[in-house]
């Protein structure tokens, strides 16, 4: 029997080696504590969003925009001008109106068969300095921020509507677009293009004319691009680099079919037997076949008939010769 006195401490069975360090519980579950994530902000007023695949469809119609932007502007203004996309978002109306300056220059154009109205935004003072140019002025950074005359309007309606009608080549292979300018307004507020609420497409550009740099936005409907977007997918919008790509890999495709070996073979045409024919055949039989005489032999590939041939001899060799098939079913 083992006995135990009250005043005498138990005496651990294994002690830890001095060199190891207690683990402390707190640590351990700090370990194994997930790390804290931020809660993602839900706008109950957008429910829907840009998907991926959307966004990559709506920035090569951009970039397309831009490129042929770039081209108009350089040629209008006779100065090398360059247009880059720089960002598509999805804003409310009132949040894209908050970004823009108390005055600037407006174009609000419709968007057949898009039902609500688009807005091409350039700073007013890039507008005066555009205006500049078109004069053969030197188009300089020092220009009067105020609105414009009748004649200067007159002056940049002109290259504004070249502008606005380059949305219709950018998006030719997602919609057929139809845009026409129908107002001008300097104040944002004032533009009536959409409710407060309503999502739009924001497109941000920047301008660069020798070393001055300008942002440009272009604002579409969301709602009214969206059943486009959707039916279209991304198979069918790809870039001109891809498009290159894939017509360089068809090319290349083409013209290695052309070095595959292919069997062919030229054959009468075909007989119908009797199963009861077939089995009592012997060596010396004659099958007597329904091929009229006058009609050329059938040259086929994979059991496909593809030309029609006479027999004949090539030196030593059996040879035939393509020609057209015969009307004579003798």
Excluded at 10 to 20: D, E, F, G, K, N
Excluded at 35 to 58: G, H, I, Q, W
Excluded at 73 to 101: H, I, P
Excluded at 280 to 296: E, F, I, N, W
């Amino acid at each position: 029997m083992l006995r135990c006195r009250h005043d005498e401490p138990i005496q651990p069975l294994v002690t830890a080696p001095s060199s190891v360090t207690p683990v402390r519980a707190s640590s351990v579950h700090a370990r194994r504590r997930p790390a804290r994530t931020e809660p993602t902000p839900y706008d109950f007023r957008r429910p829907v969003k840009l998907s991926r695949e959307n966004s990559r469809t709506l920035q090569i119609a951009f970039e397309t925009y831009a490129r042929q932007t770039s081209i108009v502007m350089t040629s209008a203004l006779r100065t090398v001008c360059e247009l880059t996309l720089l960002s598509v978002e999805q804003l409310t109306y009132t949040e894209y109106v908050e970004t823009l300056a108390d005055a600037t220059y407006l174009t609000v154009f419709s968007l057949d068969p898009v039902q609500q109205p688009a807005v091409l935004e350039i700073p007013l003072p890039t507008t005066m300095a555009c205006l500049d140019h078109l004069l053969g002025g030197p188009g300089t950074e020092a220009q009067p921020a105020r609105p414009l005359t009748d004649l200067e309007s007159t002056v940049v309606g002109g290259l504004v509507e070249r502008l606005v009608s380059e949305v219709r080549y950018a998006f030719a292979s997602l919609v057929r677009l139809e845009p026409v300018v129908t107002g001008v307004e300097y104040s944002p507020q004032l533009a009536q293009v959409a409710a407060a609420s309503d999502p739009m497409v924001v497109a941000r550009f920047v301008l660069r004319r020798g070393d001055a740099e300008d942002v440009v936005t272009l604002c579409m409907s969301f709602n009214g691009l969206l059943p486009f977007l959707n039916a279209s997918g991304t198979a069918g919008v790809v870039s001109e680099r891809e498009r290159a790509q894939r017509e360089q890999a068809s090319a290349r495709l083409a013209e290695g079919f052309q070095e595959v070996p292919v069997e062919v073979a030229v054959r009468f045409r075909g007989t119908t037997a009797d199963p009861a024919d077939l089995v009592g055949l012997t060596v010396g039989d004659v099958v007597r076949l329904r091929h009229p005489a006058q009609a050329p032999l059938d040259v086929t590939a994979a059991d496909v008939v593809f030309a029609h041939a006479t027999p004949g001899s090539a030196g030593q060799r059996l040879a035939c010769l393509i020609v057209a098939p015969s009307t004579q079913e003798n």
